[in-house]
C-alpha cells in the first residue's frame, strides 16, 4: 500500500457503512456504470460480510462521463435514494444492473425500492444533486483519483491489487493492524 491521501477525510457527509470506530475505513471512489467498479462490488461486499464491525466502508461517486454516459445520472440518482434513506440499497442496486442504467431503468429501480420514482426523476432531471456528485469527484482528483476504482485503506490510496479477494482482505487486515498498533 502506497500512495496518496484521502482528502477530505471521511466525514458525516460521506455514505457510510459499518461502525464509524471500525479499526479499517475503506473508502472507494467508483463510478455505477465502469465495469472494474462493477467486478470489485462483489469482492467488497464479501469483505464487509468477512470483517463485518471490523471494517466501515465508503463510497464516493466518481463518474467518468466521457467513458460512460449513464454515470453521471445513476450518481444522481443514489444520491436522490439517499435523500429518501435507501442509498445503499440503490447502490446495490445499480451496480448489481450496471449494464441498465438508462434514466427509465433509474426510475423503475426507485419504484422497486419503495422510493418516490416521480421525485427521483424531477431531482435527478434538475440536476438537484449534480453538485454533490461534483464535489465528490473534485475531491477524488485532490486525492490522486485518475480512474475507477479508486481505493484508499485509513486514508492512504492503496495501489495495491484488489481484484482478488485474498489480496485485498490482506492489505485491509494490514491496515487494521496497523491502527490497533497506533
Not at 472494474?36 to 463518474?63: D, E, H, T, W
Request: with cysteine.
Amino acid at each position: 500500500m502506497s500512495g496518496g491521501r484521502l482528502t477530505p477525510e471521511v466525514s458525516a457527509e460521506d455514505h457510510t457503512i459499518g461502525p464509524d470506530d471500525a479499526p479499517v475505513t475503506v473508502v472507494e471512489y467508483g463510478d455505477f456504470e465502469c465495469p472494474s467498479c462493477g467486478m470489485a462490488y462483489p469482492i467488497l461486499k464479501s469483505i464487509q460480510r468477512r470483517l463485518g464491525n471490523q471494517m466501515r466502508f465508503v463510497f464516493r461517486p466518481f463518474p467518468l462521463s466521457q467513458s460512460h454516459p449513464h454515470a453521471a445520472h445513476a450518481a444522481q440518482a443514489a444520491e436522490a435514494a439517499a435523500a429518501q434513506g435507501k442509498f445503499w440499497p440503490m447502490h446495490d442496486t445499480l451496480f448489481e444492473n450496471q449494464d441498465r442504467l438508462t434514466d427509465t431503468d433509474l426510475w423503475r429501480y426507485a419504484s422497486d425500492l419503495d422510493l418516490d420514482a416521480e421525485l427521483m426523476r424531477q431531482e435527478v432531471e434538475q440536476e438537484k444533486y449534480a453538485a454533490r456528485v461534483s464535489a465528490s469527484f473534485r475531491s477524488g482528483v485532490r486525492s490522486g483519483v485518475n480512474g475507477t476504482p479508486t481505493f484508499f485503506i485509513n486514508g492512504r490510496r492503496h495501489d495495491g491489487p484488489w481484484a482478488d479477494e485474498g489480496d485485498f482482505l490482506r492489505a485491509i487486515r494490514a491496515a487494521a493492524s496497523d491502527s490497533d498498533r497506533g
